[in-house]
């Protein structure tokens, strides 16, 4: 069963420009994290928050949590051609990851 | 080098022919687990493992088999492949449930 689904399913902006991407899930967490995966390539981590945290940054990413609204937000600023893949949330389940079913952002130059 | 490796990278093989998928992680982690990835379908937990001895179902169990034996290892096993089971699949490790997942390179497995 999905616990994390993200909107849009794709979302294609210029090169520049700020990409957003939401994440909802269905009940409470410890923590949230988002991915990111090149096209046919392995998931890599990009940031956690924890259920306590609002808010956090790392480069260009800023992810915010809303326990209250069960969402989660990633904004990517000053988007770049390399930023272009599909991003995941992943929430934690009963003893397991689970993931959405992924936001595809296309860069486009 | 901290990584997670998969083999074989790809696969064809034909339905029932028993199969193997291994995964070895070099980082001590206790959780490993295995995902497949289908269009549409997102990531989809097979089995996952809390440590040495211990695993159990994901999401879609039906049709694998893993085991545990040693912390680094976590194969994947088809004991009778099926073309519904034609997928990405993707081992991953961590040091617990609650911290990042490292990911392996994938395998692209093709039954006919």
């Known amino acids: 069963s999905q616990q994390g689904e993200e909107d849009p399913q794709a979302l294609s902006i210029q090169e520049g420009e700020n990409a957003t991407m939401n994440c909802s899930y269905k009940?409470?967490?410890?923590?949230l994290q988002w991915y990111r995966q090149n096209s046919g390539r392995g998931l890599v981590h990009l940031i956690l928050?924890?259920?306590?945290?609002r808010e956090k940054h790392s480069g260009r990413l800023r992810v915010t949590l809303d326990t209250s609204k069960k969402s989660s937000s990633l904004l990517i600023t000053a988007s770049r051609a390399a930023d272009t893949a599909s991003y995941f949330c992943?929430?934690?389940?009963?003893?397991?990851?689970?993931f959405g079913q992924g936001t595809r952002l296309t860069i486009n130059p | 080098e901290a990584q997670v490796t998969q083999n074989p990278r790809y696969l064809i093989t034909v339905t029932g022919k028993k199969l193997t998928v291994t995964c070895s992680q070099n980082?001590?982690?206790?959780?490993m687990s295995w995902y497949r990835q289908d269009p549409g379908l997102g990531l989809r937990q097979i089995y996952y493992s809390m440590n040495v001895e211990v695993t159990d179902k994901g999401d879609v169990p039906e049709g694998y088999k893993v085991s545990r034996k040693e912390k680094r290892n976590f194969p994947l096993i088809l004991e009778s492949p099926s073309p519904n089971q034609t997928s990405l699949y993707f081992c991953?490790?961590?040091?617990?449930?609650?911290?990042?997942?490292?990911f392996g390179p994938g395998t692209r497995l093709t039954v006919l």
């Open positions: 992943a929430t934690d389940g009963a003893q397991k990851l689970v």
């Open positions: 980082m001590n982690h206790e959780y």
């Open positions: 928050i924890r259920s306590n945290e």
């Open positions: 991953a490790s961590s040091l617990d449930l609650d911290y990042t997942q490292y």
């Open positions: 009940t409470s967490i410890n923590n």
